[in-house]
């Protein structure tokens, strides 16, 4: 087979956004996993999707004491409730169960940051203790708490080796605490409200050029009460609203599992999440929510009469992220400790959404964000299929409208045929749509989700899909694999980019594929003619403008070799050579993390080379 690059000037350019990531707190990705906080219901506030009182959910009596909630003179109005200790003979208190009643894993010498706030009957005096499974001590300090509520800091740090641990608090008179939160003091960026520093650097090694987030299903929610709002999620900690999270359903568990302590803290918010962006380097492309429910579910809708409050989410959001100290929201974002604007250039207009009930909404919202804010890219959405009668009227809707989406958001959860199938998918799009973001895809290995894996053989297929993506240039802008994590033993779905465990990070050839195509992304397109192949090699081939290499990406999804004469315009040098290979059932494990990764090496040519396309393999050259 021949693969010939010509040199002839191309006028078709790559979007420096084409391959990012998107977020969402499914799979205990967010709470229990990228947010390093290690006490689920520290503000005991867990109330149940039916209004169940959970509060002590995750909290277990020490010794012979007894624990209640009670909400008589609380700290505040927004989360007025606290736990009660009440106190027996003996050594007694109150655990924190941590997340699934795991506990956490602490680390020798790592430093823990425990804030609480409290007060005390009597003897105020308590210790808090880092306590390991088998009962050792590894930490501890003493508190003593006044009489009326006030905010508590100490440092723990275990001076022996790590394992599973809890919190626990142990009193010696009647104690009342109202917020209790444990952090690692080693967070990514070193943030004292910050990402745990694993899978945030994950992350990071990406190079993502955007960031989708929170979601995804959660932001629709189940109910009005259910929707994910952005102004619940700033502001102090100990402030913020609990929310249940939609994926605690026993409907979305996988094998039995239970997911009943999964809520939303909102302790990574949108201020957070705007700062990660930073902390990562990508743009960040929030998703408000557009008036609307989960439509697979409820389907609730806020009439056309009343979005005035939904509308002003947006505008306010804007204004939060973009403007001065002195505006009235903006000065919100100062005062939580970022002075500089965020520079927000796009957002999401909900998520999965289709049908009149949606582009009667979005009309409304788009209306009003242009108005004010002319600068500002919308995305809207195509429904929740690759085909079918909601992205057909989804399609039909942003042709004829006066306000069309600056992006159309479409997503593809297929098998692995379908990916190999539709890499030209995009090949003759209609220029009278809008950009594709292609927001959530990923390749499935089994109809059944319990049964999906996260093969190198749904990996390559991906890489074929993203070649597709790439050539469509500049038809397609934006594109982002989905979910993006997952806790092991506690994910709703599969499969998923990212695997965790309490201390360590698994990453699947997924991740692989999405971190070639992204740290090697050109600027421009090249003809790339494909001679004497008897099957179809799937290709895309670009120029990096910074330094003129030419970037060949060739995926052979097949289980026999295919040998390759690369010519290039390119008289002589080098060629990095990145491949991914191997059996299409192989995957990574906790047991095996690295059983399936990219391999390198450098290859000198004169004008012309020849290589190997590995079966089941991706691969990409950067000539120089």
Request: hydrophobic residues 40%.
């Amino acid at each position: 087979m021949d693969i010939t690059v010509s040199a002839a000037p191309q006028t078709r350019n790559i979007s420096e956004k084409l391959y990012g990531i998107f977020l969402e707190d499914i799979n205990y990705g967010g709470d229990g996993g990228l947010y390093a906080e290690l006490v689920p219901n520290r503000a005991f506030e867990f109330e149940g999707p039916n209004g169940q009182d959970n509060r002590l959910m995750r909290w277990q009596a020490l010794g012979g004491a007894k624990l209640a909630i009670a909400a008589e003179n609380p700290r505040g109005d927004k989360n007025p409730h606290y736990m009660r200790i009440i106190p027996a003979q003996g050594e007694c208190g109150a655990r924190s169960e941590g997340y699934l009643g795991e506990g956490f894993y602490a680390e020798r010498h790592e430093a823990y940051r425990l804030t609480l706030i409290g007060r005390a009957s009597g003897s105020g005096e308590i210790c808090a203790r880092i306590t390991a499974e088998s009962g050792r001590v590894l930490a501890h300090e003493k508190i003593e708490l006044a009489a009326n509520w006030r905010r508590y800091e100490v440092e723990l740090m275990p001076q022996t080796a790590g394992e599973r641990a809890y919190l626990d608090i142990v009193v010696s008179g009647e104690t009342e605490l109202d917020f209790v939160s444990l952090f690692p003091k080693h967070t990514f960026m070193g943030r004292a409200n910050g990402a745990r520093a694993d899978i945030a650097t994950a992350l990071a090694q990406l190079k993502p050029a955007f960031m989708r987030f929170p979601g995804g299903c959660i932001v629709e929610g189940r109910s009005f009460k259910n929707m994910y709002r952005w102004k619940d999620s700033i502001g102090p900690l100990e402030e913020r609203r609990v929310n249940w999270n939609r994926w605690q359903l026993d409907e979305y568990q996988i094998e039995g599992r239970s997911s009943a302590d999964y809520y939303q803290s909102y302790g990574m918010g949108y201020f957070e999440y705007m700062q990660f962006c930073e902390d990562i380097g990508c743009m960040a492309l929030p998703v408000l929510n557009c008036g609307l429910t989960c439509q697979w579910h409820e389907a609730l809708a806020v009439p056309l009469n009343d979005m005035d409050d939904i509308i002003s989410d947006y505008l306010d959001f804007i204004e939060f992220c973009n403007g001065g100290a002195d505006t009235r929201w903006g000065g919100v974002r100062a005062a939580m400790g970022h002075e500089k604007p965020f520079g927000l250039k796009i957002i999401g207009v909900g998520n999965e959404q289709w049908d009149q009930v949606y582009f009667e909404r979005y009309e409304l919202i788009h209306k009003a964000v242009k108005a004010a804010h002319p600068e500002i890219e919308l995305v809207g959405c195509a429904g929740w299929r690759d085909d079918g009668w909601e992205i057909d009227k989804a399609r039909a809707w942003m042709k004829r409208t006066e306000y069309k989406p600056d992006y159309s958001d479409e997503h593809y959860y297929k098998p692995i045929e379908w990916f190999l199938e539709n890499a030209d998918r995009y090949s003759d799009y209609d220029a009278n749509l809008p950009a594709v973001f292609a927001g959530e895809y990923a390749a499935h290995s089994h109809h059944q989700t319990s049964l999906r894996r996260n093969t190198l053989g749904a990996a390559v297929a991906e890489a074929a899909f993203l070649t597709g993506i790439e050539n469509a240039s500049p038809a397609v802008q934006m594109s982002c694999y989905a979910p993006l994590l997952a806790r092991v033993g506690a994910n709703q779905w599969q499969p998923d980019m990212i695997w965790f465990t309490q201390n360590s990070v698994i990453l699947t050839p997924s991740y692989y594929v999405q971190q070639m195509f992204a740290c090697n992304r050109g600027d421009t397109l090249m003809q790339c003619k494909i001679d004497g192949a008897d099957k179809r090699v799937y290709v895309t081939a670009s120029r990096r403008a910074s330094d003129g290499a030419i970037i060949l990406k060739a995926v052979n999804p097949y289980e026999t070799a295919i040998s390759a004469a690369i010519s290039t315009p390119v008289s002589h040098g080098e060629a990095r050579c990145i491949e991914l290979s191997g059996d299409a059932q192989c995957e990574n494990t906790i047991e095996a993390p690295q059983n399936v990764h990219p391999k390198e090496r450098m290859h000198s040519f004169d004008g012309a080379f020849k290589c190997e396309l590995a079966p089941c393999s991706v691969n990409v050259i950067v000539i120089k």
